[in-house]
């Protein structure tokens, strides 16, 4: 890869992965608009279209520099472990024990489906 070419990728990793973190930021705050409870749905949103996306990235044929931009810039900026991790933490601080547990199942739960549906989708094009 030429340096030209390299440097692409670098600020096409930067802006794409900015787009994802903002795109992550207003689908959180539109779902916690909706939803005014204590329970992160905010963050599971994000995480479960993030894994459905990412699956169907995944099942694609992409080139390489396509699917570094596409999967890691705009998906890992978009989705959260970091949050959903703290947002339990959080959770279990405030005694919400039943909320803490059910975070981390339905997030796995769901995302490994999100992660089969999205290659499903894939398939079928």
Do not use: C, H
Request: hydrophobic letters at 60%; a positive charge.
């Amino acid at each position: 890869m030429t340096a030209a070419a390299t440097v692409a990728v670098w600020v096409g990793v930067a802006l794409i992965g900015g787009i994802g973190s903002v795109s992550r930021f207003l689908v959180d705050r539109a779902v916690a608009r909706r939803v005014a409870r204590s329970f992160p749905f905010g963050t599971l949103t994000v995480n479960i279209s993030g894994a459905a996306l990412l699956g169907f990235l995944g099942a694609l044929t992409l080139p390489k520099d396509v699917a570094l931009l596409a999967g890691t810039a705009f998906v890992g900026a978009y989705t959260t472990f970091s949050t959903w991790m703290l947002e339990t933490q959080r959770l279990g601080e405030d005694r919400q024990l039943s909320a803490a547990f059910a975070n981390l199942a339905v997030s796995v739960a769901l995302g490994l489906a999100a992660v089969v549906a999205g290659q499903w989708i894939a398939d079928q094009l």
